[in-house]
């Protein structure tokens, strides 16, 4: 039976984000991947559009779930992103009910950057977070993210030893892996940082002076891409940060492209990368 992924988060009609950056970028890396949308919005929420629509679709996910079980339909990877606190017993119950032998759950902890929450999660959101952390085999947080889900300051000028202490915090909430993504320890290196209960490893790429929309999706869609094609937790979270890069320099010089990153130019890059 062929790969069959599913990935659960927002869609955003227009913006290069969540699930428009999750369908195209999984397909690409030649995984049959299926959707669950958290929410429709008419397009993202960052600065620059005046306003969106939002249709919240919680309700939408015990019948959805009845559906594929009378339909027989199971998956062996899941790849949660931006998703509300109410919907996560149902993404749970989805998850154990769906699931294949040794099936893959990835769980990108959407909910926060820069040291500030998104708006309207709740301080109570990360406690529920920690449920579907608890039930993962790799988690994609940035740095504010871990902050808030090992309840530790937020810094912006740190050690090793603040990164690996977080590392070691977050592996210990359960999950297998944890990909620590935004780590920097010189002013033009970005990077991540790979635990898996046993060894530290780190990835960095040239920082590019630029803040682009969807690095974050494009990032996390690559990484479960090249991990179900069969790459190690590094080469996956290297290829994956390789790739936004390539999606960031893709972009650059346009200034009508506000709005998102050009991730469609760089999918021959992901590919080429994924052959290897």
Request: aromatic fraction near 10%; charged fraction near 25%; charge should be negative.
């Amino acid at each position: 039976m062929d790969d069959r992924l599913l990935t659960i988060q927002d869609i955003s009609c227009v913006g290069q984000c969540s699930l428009t950056v999750a369908l195209p970028v999984i397909s690409a890396c030649g995984i049959e991947t299926a959707i669950l949308p958290s929410s429709v919005l008419s397009n993202h929420t960052a600065p620059g559009f005046s306003g969106w629509t939002f249709t919240d679709l919680t309700q939408d996910m015990p019948a959805i779930l009845d559906r594929w079980l009378k339909e027989k339909i199971s998956f062996n990877a899941f790849y949660t992103g931006y998703v509300s606190k109410a919907q996560i017993p149902y993404i749970l119950d989805i998850i154990e009910k769906t699931r294949r032998e040794k099936s893959l759950v990835i769980v990108d902890p959407v909910m926060a950057d820069n040291g500030k929450m998104y708006a309207g999660f709740g301080e109570d959101f990360p406690e529920e977070m920690k449920k579907l952390v608890k039930n993962s085999d790799v988690i994609l947080p940035n740095i504010t993210e871990a902050s808030f889900l090992l309840g530790v300051p937020y810094k912006t000028e740190y050690d090793r030893t603040y990164i690996e202490d977080m590392l070691k915090g977050l592996y210990a909430l359960g999950t297998k892996n944890v990909v620590l993504t935004g780590v920097s320890f010189e002013a033009d290196k970005l990077g991540i940082a790979c635990y898996d209960g046993k060894k530290i490893e780190y990835y960095f790429t040239e920082k590019l002076p630029v803040s682009v929309h969807g690095t974050g999706d494009a990032y996390s869609s690559a990484f479960a891409g090249a991990l179900l094609r069969g790459k190690t937790l590094l080469e996956s979270a290297s290829i994956a940060a390789d790739f936004v890069v390539e999606s960031i320099k893709k972009t650059q010089g346009d200034p009508d492209h506000w709005y998102g990153v050009k991730f469609e130019k760089a999918l021959p890059y992901l590919i080429s990368r994924l052959d290897k």
